[in-house]
Protein backbone atom coordinates (compact mmCIF):
# COMPACT_ATOMS: atom_id res chain seq x y z
CA UNK A 1 0.00 0.00 0.00
CA UNK A 2 3.05 2.20 1.10
CA UNK A 3 4.66 2.02 -2.89
CA UNK A 4 1.42 2.56 -4.09
CA UNK A 5 0.94 6.00 -2.38
CA UNK A 6 4.00 6.99 -2.89
CA UNK A 7 3.76 6.26 -6.74
CA UNK A 8 0.54 8.03 -6.74
CA UNK A 9 1.99 11.46 -4.76
CA UNK A 10 4.72 11.59 -7.39
CA UNK A 11 2.56 11.64 -9.98
CA UNK A 12 0.48 14.19 -8.16
CA UNK A 13 3.87 16.18 -7.86
CA UNK A 14 4.25 16.18 -11.39
CA UNK A 15 0.88 17.79 -12.24
CA UNK A 16 1.65 20.26 -9.72
CA UNK A 17 4.88 21.07 -11.40
CA UNK A 18 3.17 21.20 -14.50
CA UNK A 19 0.30 23.50 -13.39
CA UNK A 20 2.69 25.76 -11.68
CA UNK A 21 5.12 26.04 -15.16
CA UNK A 22 2.13 27.22 -16.70
CA UNK A 23 0.75 29.22 -14.00
CA UNK A 24 4.51 31.08 -13.80
CA UNK A 25 5.03 31.39 -17.63
CA UNK A 26 1.47 33.13 -17.86
CA UNK A 27 2.32 35.66 -15.28
CA UNK A 28 5.69 36.87 -17.23
CA UNK A 29 3.84 36.74 -20.85
CA UNK A 30 0.91 38.99 -18.46
CA UNK A 31 4.05 41.58 -17.42
CA UNK A 32 4.84 41.66 -20.63
CA UNK A 33 1.81 42.71 -21.65
CA UNK A 34 1.62 45.88 -19.63
CA UNK A 35 5.04 46.94 -20.03
CA UNK A 36 5.01 46.57 -24.29
CA UNK A 37 1.34 47.41 -24.12
CA UNK A 38 0.68 44.10 -26.26
CA UNK A 39 -2.87 43.74 -27.32
CA UNK A 40 -1.69 40.23 -28.88
CA UNK A 41 -0.23 39.00 -26.06
CA UNK A 42 -3.07 39.88 -23.72
CA UNK A 43 -5.12 37.52 -25.97
CA UNK A 44 -2.43 34.56 -25.33
CA UNK A 45 -2.95 35.14 -21.83
CA UNK A 46 -6.65 34.34 -21.43
CA UNK A 47 -6.16 31.44 -23.87
CA UNK A 48 -3.71 30.41 -21.77
CA UNK A 49 -5.56 30.45 -18.21
CA UNK A 50 -8.15 27.58 -20.01
CA UNK A 51 -5.81 25.50 -19.56
CA UNK A 52 -4.80 26.44 -16.01
CA UNK A 53 -8.15 26.08 -15.20
CA UNK A 54 -8.76 22.61 -16.38
CA UNK A 55 -5.25 21.60 -15.00
CA UNK A 56 -6.40 22.74 -11.45
CA UNK A 57 -9.36 20.60 -11.35
CA UNK A 58 -7.18 17.19 -11.94
CA UNK A 59 -5.10 17.64 -9.69
CA UNK A 60 -7.95 18.53 -7.05
CA UNK A 61 -9.66 15.41 -8.00
CA UNK A 62 -6.03 13.74 -7.93
CA UNK A 63 -5.68 14.87 -4.05
CA UNK A 64 -9.11 14.01 -3.19
CA UNK A 65 -9.12 10.60 -4.43
CA UNK A 66 -5.36 10.06 -3.00
CA UNK A 67 -6.87 10.78 0.33
CA UNK A 68 -10.03 8.43 -0.12
CA UNK A 69 -8.35 5.49 -1.25
CA UNK A 70 -4.71 5.79 0.82
CA UNK A 71 -6.14 7.59 3.83
CA UNK A 72 -2.57 9.00 4.06
CA UNK A 73 -1.49 9.90 7.81
CA UNK A 74 1.81 12.20 9.01
CA UNK A 75 3.78 14.29 6.53
CA UNK A 76 1.79 12.84 3.54
CA UNK A 77 -1.29 13.80 4.95
CA UNK A 78 0.18 17.25 5.67
CA UNK A 79 1.46 17.14 2.26
CA UNK A 80 -1.66 16.83 0.36
CA UNK A 81 -3.72 19.42 2.62
CA UNK A 82 -0.90 21.74 1.45
CA UNK A 83 -1.19 20.74 -1.91
CA UNK A 84 -5.24 21.43 -1.93
CA UNK A 85 -4.10 24.69 -0.95
CA UNK A 86 -1.20 25.04 -3.31
CA UNK A 87 -3.44 24.40 -6.47
CA UNK A 88 -5.81 26.78 -5.22
CA UNK A 89 -3.62 29.73 -5.06
CA UNK A 90 -1.45 28.70 -8.30
CA UNK A 91 -5.72 29.31 -9.95
CA UNK A 92 -5.87 32.40 -8.35
CA UNK A 93 -2.35 33.22 -9.65
CA UNK A 94 -3.24 32.66 -12.66
CA UNK A 95 -6.63 34.66 -12.67
CA UNK A 96 -4.29 37.45 -11.40
CA UNK A 97 -2.29 37.23 -14.73
CA UNK A 98 -5.49 37.36 -17.03
CA UNK A 99 -6.47 40.42 -14.80
CA UNK A 100 -2.75 42.16 -15.19
CA UNK A 101 -3.17 41.19 -19.15
CA UNK A 102 -6.52 42.74 -18.78
CA UNK A 103 -5.35 46.05 -18.09
CA UNK A 104 -4.06 47.05 -21.18
CA UNK A 105 -6.67 48.00 -22.63
CA UNK A 106 -7.09 50.53 -20.69
CA UNK A 107 -3.30 51.75 -21.11
CA UNK A 108 -4.67 52.70 -24.83
CA UNK A 109 -1.76 54.59 -26.60
CA UNK A 110 0.25 55.25 -23.30
CA UNK A 111 2.97 57.71 -23.04
CA UNK A 112 3.89 57.28 -19.35
CA UNK A 113 7.58 57.63 -18.33
CA UNK A 114 9.72 54.87 -18.58
CA UNK A 115 9.73 54.30 -14.48
CA UNK A 116 6.34 52.92 -14.61
CA UNK A 117 7.47 49.76 -16.56
CA UNK A 118 10.65 49.75 -15.31
CA UNK A 119 9.74 49.47 -12.07
CA UNK A 120 6.54 47.22 -12.88
CA UNK A 121 9.02 45.01 -14.36
CA UNK A 122 11.61 44.79 -11.72
CA UNK A 123 8.15 44.39 -8.99
CA UNK A 124 7.02 41.57 -11.33
CA UNK A 125 10.41 39.53 -11.69
CA UNK A 126 10.83 39.31 -7.62
CA UNK A 127 7.17 38.44 -7.09
CA UNK A 128 7.81 35.73 -9.82
CA UNK A 129 11.06 34.63 -8.68
CA UNK A 130 8.94 33.98 -4.76
CA UNK A 131 6.51 32.00 -7.17
CA UNK A 132 9.43 29.82 -8.18
CA UNK A 133 11.12 29.63 -4.95
CA UNK A 134 8.20 28.53 -2.67
CA UNK A 135 7.22 25.96 -5.56
CA UNK A 136 10.54 24.02 -5.21
CA UNK A 137 10.62 24.74 -1.80
CA UNK A 138 7.25 22.72 -1.28
CA UNK A 139 8.49 19.85 -3.90
CA UNK A 140 11.97 19.40 -2.22
CA UNK A 141 10.56 19.59 1.57
CA UNK A 142 13.18 22.49 1.83
CA UNK A 143 11.71 25.14 4.93
CA UNK A 144 14.97 27.33 4.82
CA UNK A 145 14.23 28.19 1.21
CA UNK A 146 10.18 28.82 2.42
CA UNK A 147 11.71 31.21 4.72
CA UNK A 148 13.59 32.93 2.51
CA UNK A 149 10.35 33.28 0.38
CA UNK A 150 8.56 34.95 3.80
CA UNK A 151 11.65 37.17 4.27
CA UNK A 152 11.40 38.65 0.55
CA UNK A 153 7.38 39.48 0.96
CA UNK A 154 8.61 42.18 2.79
CA UNK A 155 10.74 43.74 0.19
CA UNK A 156 7.86 43.11 -2.66
CA UNK A 157 5.27 44.95 -0.18
CA UNK A 158 7.82 47.67 0.17
CA UNK A 159 8.25 48.21 -3.71
CA UNK A 160 4.73 48.28 -4.16
CA UNK A 161 4.28 51.39 -2.00
CA UNK A 162 6.80 52.78 -3.64
CA UNK A 163 5.59 52.07 -6.77
CA UNK A 164 2.22 53.62 -5.60
CA UNK A 165 4.28 56.89 -3.83
CA UNK A 166 6.10 57.51 -7.87
CA UNK A 167 1.98 57.02 -9.31
CA UNK A 168 0.61 59.50 -7.06
CA UNK A 169 3.61 62.16 -7.69
CA UNK A 170 2.97 61.71 -11.82
CA UNK A 171 -0.94 62.42 -11.11
CA UNK A 172 -0.59 65.45 -8.44
CA UNK A 173 1.87 66.82 -11.35
CA UNK A 174 -0.73 66.23 -14.06
CA UNK A 175 1.32 64.60 -16.32
CA UNK A 176 -1.44 61.53 -16.35
CA UNK A 177 -4.31 61.12 -16.52
CA UNK A 178 -6.41 58.74 -13.85
CA UNK A 179 -7.53 56.37 -15.77
CA UNK A 180 -4.08 55.58 -17.23
CA UNK A 181 -3.07 55.76 -13.76
CA UNK A 182 -5.33 53.68 -12.03
CA UNK A 183 -5.02 50.65 -14.57
CA UNK A 184 -0.84 50.64 -13.89
CA UNK A 185 -2.18 50.77 -10.32
CA UNK A 186 -4.02 47.52 -10.62
CA UNK A 187 -1.15 45.71 -12.12
CA UNK A 188 0.76 46.43 -9.40
CA UNK A 189 -1.56 45.40 -6.87
CA UNK A 190 -2.36 42.12 -8.74
CA UNK A 191 1.42 41.76 -8.88
CA UNK A 192 1.47 42.09 -5.10
CA UNK A 193 -1.09 39.86 -4.19
CA UNK A 194 1.17 36.93 -6.19
CA UNK A 195 3.49 37.65 -3.44
CA UNK A 196 1.26 37.17 -1.13
CA UNK A 197 0.19 33.79 -2.61
CA UNK A 198 3.57 32.29 -3.10
CA UNK A 199 4.42 33.26 0.86
CA UNK A 200 0.90 31.21 1.68
CA UNK A 201 3.27 28.28 -0.60
CA UNK A 202 5.85 29.05 1.66
CA UNK A 203 4.27 28.51 4.83
CA UNK A 204 1.78 25.17 3.63
CA UNK A 205 5.62 23.62 3.15
CA UNK A 206 6.88 24.45 6.47
CA UNK A 207 3.22 23.41 7.88
CA UNK A 208 3.95 20.02 5.57
CA UNK A 209 7.65 19.91 6.75
CA UNK A 210 7.42 20.80 10.60
CA UNK A 211 3.90 20.22 11.00
CA UNK A 212 3.71 24.27 12.39
CA UNK A 213 1.28 26.55 11.01
CA UNK A 214 3.03 30.29 11.12
CA UNK A 215 0.44 32.09 9.27
CA UNK A 216 -0.06 34.42 12.07
CA UNK A 217 3.58 34.15 14.21
CA UNK A 218 5.53 33.85 10.99
CA UNK A 219 7.83 32.09 13.91
Known amino acids: MKIHLQTELDRL ?5 HLSSLV ?9 VIRDNDKELAATVRRNDAQVDAL ?3 VEEE ?3 ILALHQPVAIDLRFLVAALKMNN ?3 RIGDLAVNIAGI ?10 PIFSERLKALGEKAQQM ?7 LMDMDTAAAREVLAADDEVDLDYMNFIGILKDELGAGHADSETMIAWLLAAKSIERVADL ?7 TIYTVEGKIIRHSRA
Open 13 to 17: KKQLF
Open 24 to 32: EENLRLAIR
Open 56 to 58: EVE
Open 63 to 65: CLK
Open 89 to 91: DLE
Open 104 to 113: QPRLGSDQSP
Open 131 to 137: LRRSLES
Open 198 to 204: ATNIAED
